[in-house]
């Protein structure tokens, strides 16, 4: 009977008391702050100069990577300009410029219907309210936020694939709904917060979080991390995952910020090895 008390006795000591809501929320927010020293020069990265940019190169990022979009929208936005442009294209026309991101049938619809609805219902003017974004064709919540929050500076939480499976991992929300987890995690940090965030946390997952193997034992949150452990976790092999600048290699936007640390993607066609 001792033995067994005294085991007992045991695992309740080891057994973990689970994370309190506030714990939570210290927790992720401190998160934040270690992420944002990490990424002081996080930001959006596909290429764009004014908002209709932003928004067509965002429709195009769909089922394809930032590079291939900022290789293909130069040529785009040299034939296309404009909303008004756009919404006259011969869509065969279109298709082919277009065809590098694949799904280019589908894509070049959305970006005929939801430029001729700018030249026709907004002026040819990107409209800067999230209920106003997501009536045009191709445009959910996501792609709206990204609009908001990098060409108007409003507020938003862009829910991708990355910024899904990371809050997951970090324990900040069990939802798969991008709703839902856009939901929790706006009541986890200020507004003024959220623009930069989903920057930091995309950033991370596509340098150091990966999907399949994280980079655990080069991670600067490791410690606050409850999924620690599913990656590599042995430092010098886990720095060898690590992508991007990160990793001394190019980023994927061709015309990079300034304070950007990296070296700027090729553009299409040119040698992608270091990529």
Known sequence: MGEQSSAKTKNRKNAVKPESHLAMVRRARRI??????????????????????????????????????????PALFAKYPTPEDLAAADPEELEQVIRPTGFFRAKAKSLIGLSTALRD???????????????LPGVGRKTANVVLGNAFGVPGLTVDTHFGRLVRRWKWT??????????????????????????RIVFHGRRVCHSRKPACGACAI???????????????????????????????????????????????GAPESDA
């Open 32 to 73: 934040n702050r270690e992420l944002a020293e990490l990424y002081p020069y996080a930001h959006p990265e596909l290429d764009f100069r004014n908002a209709f940019e932003l928004l067509i190169a965002t429709v195009l990022s769909a089922q394809t990577t930032d590079l291939r979009v900022n290789q293909t929208t």
């Open 121 to 135: 219902r907004f002026d040819g003017e990107v409209p800067p309210r999230l209920e106003d974004l997501v009536t």
């Open 174 to 199: 069990e939802e798969e709904d991008p709703v839902k987890v856009e939901a929790a995690v706006a009541e986890i940090f200020p507004k003024s917060e959220w623009t930069m965030l989903s920057h």
């Open 222 to 268: 490791a410690p606050l991390c409850p999924a620690y452990g599913e990656g590599e976790t042995d430092p010098e092999k886990a720095k060898k995952l690590l992508k991007y600048e990160l990793a001394g290699k190019p980023g994927q936007r061709l015309s990079p910020p300034a304070d950007y640390p990296g070296r700027a993607a090729p553009p299409l």
